[in-house]
């Protein structure tokens, strides 16, 4: 009864476009009484749909099927686009998809973990992995969807084949996308790390150079925008996909799908530990990976974004 009344309140809410409420969760315990049920459904329903200014449907509310109803938490790009894309396949089983985009990467995490919120489709697995071990939440991989290549961009130079001595190269300053930076650089030949340094290198593990490059390290979402100022710099998909770069046709290279960072760096469907197996979950997760959406995929990112390969 509890999740009927989050559904119904949630849906009424985002009718009205208004998100705020998804950082709460309801503590209220369901009423006794089947009378009392439809009761607390109908006002629930006529409290979020008021705000629409719509009338409230309180029958249709209180017969919708529990599990017919999927919520995703998700980044705008690419995330929201393609679960735009499953709607109509979802549609078809009877289900129904509801997409609440979210421009942090800390809200659709907790409200997946309080159960206001079905699945969040955002993260790679890295991401998730410590998300989980720094605050305490319970959330759980039911599907790998994708994986967006980090990729070397030109800046004030056009082609690998021109780096020089002095040259400046833009990388990501955080722990997880750092690492893959420099994994990237020394896939290239460009620098060398120290052994067994990995997934989680960081700048003072770089053994040497080949080329003398100064590594300025900067907050991820603004490395794209020093493209004029360095040489070089160095991106994850969604980001160079936001600067107007195309993957395919404008990376001078690219992560490859074997490659040590792309197995931890796949983007899931997470939710709440223990849900893995709902069949709403399953659905959603089965029409993510349908060959219908990784041929959009592929159309449509050009490269930047990668259906995984089991």
């Given amino acids: 009864m509890k999740k009927k009344l989050m559904a ?18 309801s503590t209220s315990s369901a009423p006794a009484g089947e009378e009392k049920k439809e009761e607390a459904v109908e ?24 599990d017919n109803h999927i919520t995703v938490a998700a980044s705008p790009t690419p995330h929201a686009e393609i679960l735009a894309q499953v709607k109509p396949i979802l549609e078809a089983q009877g289900y129904e998809l509801e997409v609440i985009e979210f421009e942090d990467y800390v809200q659709p995490n907790n409200v997946v973990d309080s159960g206001e919120i079905d699945a969040n489709y955002f993260q790679h697995i890295n991401y998730l992995e410590d998300f989980n071990a720094n605050h305490g939440t319970d959330l759980s991989i039911a599907g790998r969807i994708h994986y967006e290549p980090f990729g070397i961009y030109p800046g004030t130079k056009a082609t690998l084949e021109e780096i020089a001595d002095g040259d400046t190269i833009a990388i990501p300053n955080d722990p997880t996308n750092e690492a893959r930076a420099l994994l990237l650089l020394e896939a290239n ?15 003072n593990d770089i053994e040497s150079k080949a080329v003398d490059v100064q590594l300025n390290e900067v907050e991820a979402a603004q490395v794209s925008r020093y493209k004029d100022e360095m040489s070089y710099v160095v991106l994850n998909g969604n980001y160079a996909l ?25 983007n899931v469907i997470a939710v709440k530990a223990g849900n893995e197996e ?7 997760v089965d029409a993510l990976k349908s060959d219908e959406i990784r041929q959009y995929i592929s159309d449509t990112f050009e490269g930047a974004v990668i259906a995984y390969e089991e």
Avoid: W
Avoid at 10 to 20: P, R, W
Avoid at 189 to 194: P, V
Avoid at 278 to 284: E, Q, V
């Fill in 278 to 284: 709902l069949p709403k979950i399953k659905a959603l």
């Fill in 189 to 203: 030949g460009i620098i060398t790390l120290k052994e067994g340094a990995g997934i989680t290198a960081t700048v």
């Fill in 43 to 66: 006002e629930a329903v006529e409290a979020g749909t008021a705000a629409a200014g719509q009338e409230a449907p309180a029958a249709a509310a209180a017969e919708a099927p529990e």
């Fill in 242 to 266: 936001a600067a107007g770069f195309k993957a395919g046709t404008d990376a001078l290279a690219l992560e490859k799908g074997d490659s040590e960072a792309i197995q931890q760096y796949v």
């Fill in 8 to 25: 119904a309140v949630l849906a009424g809410i985002l009718a009205a476009g208004v998100l705020a409420g998804c950082g709460g969760s």
